[in-house]
């Protein structure tokens, strides 16, 4: 290849890269946070997994679209995703980035199908256009659902992160359920809003609360045990931070300490609410994640 190719495609990279970054920087409004504690390739790699995790979820939830039209749509994203790898060559500036990550980090394609396979358990058919379009019966079944969106990126997350103890895995895994878990309390109004429930309807028939009742709110002191329960189950997995965070890489420890920090904030800030996750959205303030975020930073320095 000659100097000027050379120079021609570490322009297209630099380009592709930077289109990653600002999809993170625009819509990753947690864990964006702890992307900037990273040395840049890491940080770059994160960027590119993001972006493309981003455009599968955006395929899966298009109103504009039926549910088979997004199943159809998921599935030529990850082929088209896989044609690329193996022609080592594409125009999408995702691909582009991602490929060159999944290459440096050696991220198996199996976490990147089995990422868009979550992606695509939220995409039900409903014909009668009644009733949940989601709806899982046990916490067995709902793990398996937290693990194929949440866990398998952070098996992708610990490949950038660097770390050797395979004992790592399960760790990373577990905390992925964590953050899933904290999603699904936080947005349980906004998620029934679209006909999809995720707290395991056996727990729900435990508690004595209906569907509707979990997706308006009320009465409140009746929904407040079921979800508690949840939180503590949250708690349960975040535990695994403790344990995973000196297994990666130094570089890599900030960055991980900020996303957990962040997340579990937000469980905290639940708990404060006394499970009131309806009157209004729980969040951290930018303030707050820049506290959480000039902290990490120090933890970096020392």
Not at 78 to 84: D, P, T
Not at 102 to 113: C, F, H, S, T
Not at 265 to 272: A, F, K, P, S, W
Request: a neutral charge.
């Amino acid at each position: 290849m000659s100097s000027s190719m050379k120079q021609h495609a570490a322009l297209q990279m630099s380009t592709a890269y930077s289109v990653c970054r600002q999809i993170a920087r625009k819509s990753a409004k947690n864990f964006y946070y702890g992307f900037m504690l990273l040395p840049g390739r890491k940080r770059n790699a994160l960027c590119a997994v993001y972006a493309f995790m981003r455009h599968a979820d955006d395929l899966a939830d298009d109103p504009g679209m039926s549910p088979r039209e997004r199943h159809e749509k998921l599935q030529g994203y990850i082929e088209s995703y896989h044609r690329a790898v193996e022609v080592g060559r594409t125009d999408d500036p995702v691909f582009m980035a991602l490929s060159d990550s999944q290459q440096r980090y050696q991220i198996p394609m199996e976490l990147l199908d089995q990422l868009v396979a979550g992606t695509e358990m939220d995409v039900r058919d409903d014909p009668a256009g009644t009733g949940a379009l989601v709806v899982y019966r046990t916490f067995e079944e709902l793990y398996s659902y937290c693990y194929h969106v949440a866990s398998v990126v952070g098996l992708v997350c610990i490949r950038i992160f660097g770390y050797r103890d395979p004992a790592a895995e399960r760790l990373a895994e577990h905390l992925g359920i964590a953050f899933q878990l904290t999603n699904i309390l936080r947005d349980v109004k906004e998620d029934a809003g679209m006909r999809r429930i995720y707290v395991p309807m056996e727990e729900l028939e435990h508690y004595g609360v209906t569907a509707e009742e979990l997706g308006s709110g009320v009465p409140m002191e009746k929904l407040r045990p079921l979800l508690e329960h949840q939180a503590r189950r949250a708690r349960e997995y975040y535990k695994s931070a403790e344990a995973l965070l000196p297994m990666v890489e130094e570089v890599s420890q900030p960055a991980l300490w900020t996303m957990v920090e962040i997340y579990r904030g937000i469980l905290d800030r639940i708990e404060l609410r006394n499970y009131d996750v309806y009157t209004e959205r729980v969040r951290l303030t930018v303030g707050e994640k820049l506290k959480v975020l000039a902290h990490g930073f120090w933890k970096r320095l020392v």
